[in-house]
T-cell receptor
Framework: GEEVAQTPKHLVRGEGQKAKLYCAPI?????VFWYQQVLKNEFKFLIS????????ETGMPKERFSAKCLPNSPCSLEIQATKLEDSAVYFC??????????????FGSGTRLTVV | SQQGEEDPQALSIQEGENATMNCSYK?????LQWYRQNSGRGLVHLIL?????REKHSGRLRVTLDTSKKSSSLLITASRAADTASYFC???????????FGAGTTVTVRA
């Protein structure tokens, strides 16, 4: 079946280095969401897109985090000058219609970022 | 931030038994969704219940929703070892569509 593809699966960065994560949503899904799972059981919303437009960025630490969803390219989440506290699993999800009202959201398998 | 709470935090049951977990939330919602996360993996959507629905079934899953109490429950009947996972409830609003997750219930099914 269709899936949300996230790359890389694992990423190790030294403190202060840049990290870039990618997400290819399901074709035809117009909404993309990024979540951060720091502890095993806590999901934090970061940002959402409607197509290539930022829809909600209330969860983003803007000083170091940025994200894009450009046409015909995977969406990306970039962290400049990573900190130890950025170590987490980053999940991308896509949906259509918005709110997952018919079928819920489809999540990728995540990128585990380890900052050392 | 986390929308609500789930209880219990952890549940250990024998294969064949039923597992019930509860979720409470704080704000008005459009729908409530349940997801499963196997260790080290992504989230898998299990079932969605809309705010105007009270109960929904899907295979061995039964979900209830009480909007007056802002709570939901997930029942897994005749559990199997493969049901061992963490289960999360998540609510979505029509305002911003982002999912707000509960803290999760870790279910262990013993063979």
């Amino acid at each position: 079946g269709e899936e949300v593809a996230q790359t890389p699966k694992h990423l190790v960065r030294g403190e202060g280095q840049k990290a870039k994560l990618y997400c290819a949503p399901i074709k035809g899904h117009s909404y993309v969401f990024w979540y951060q799972q720091v502890l095993k059981n806590e999901f934090k919303f970061l940002i959402s897109f409607q197509n290539e437009n930022v829809f909600d960025e209330t969860g983003m630490p803007k000083e170091r985090f940025s994200a894009k969803c450009l046409p015909n390219s995977p969406c990306s989440l970039e962290i400049q000058a990573t900190k130890l506290e950025d170590s987490a699993v980053y999940f991308c999800a896509s949906s259509d219609p918005p709110g997952g009202v018919d079928y819920g959201y489809t999540f990728g398998s995540g990128t585990r970022l380890t900052v050392v | 931030s986390q929308q609500g709470e789930e209880d219990p935090q952890a549940l250990s049951i024998q294969e064949g038994e039923n597992a019930t977990m509860n979720c409470s939330y704080k704000t008005s919602i459009n729908n409530l969704q349940w997801y499963r996360q196997n260790s080290g993996r992504g989230l898998v959507h299990l079932i969605l219940i809309r705010s105007n629905e009270r109960e929904k079934h899907s295979g061995r899953l039964r979900v209830t929703l009480d909007t007056s109490k802002k709570s939901s429950s997930l029942l897994i009947t005749a559990s199997r070892a493969a049901d061992t996972a963490s289960y999360f409830c998540a609510t979505a609003t029509t305002r911003d569509y982002k999912l707000s997750f509960g803290a999760g219930t870790t279910v262990t099914v013993r063979a």
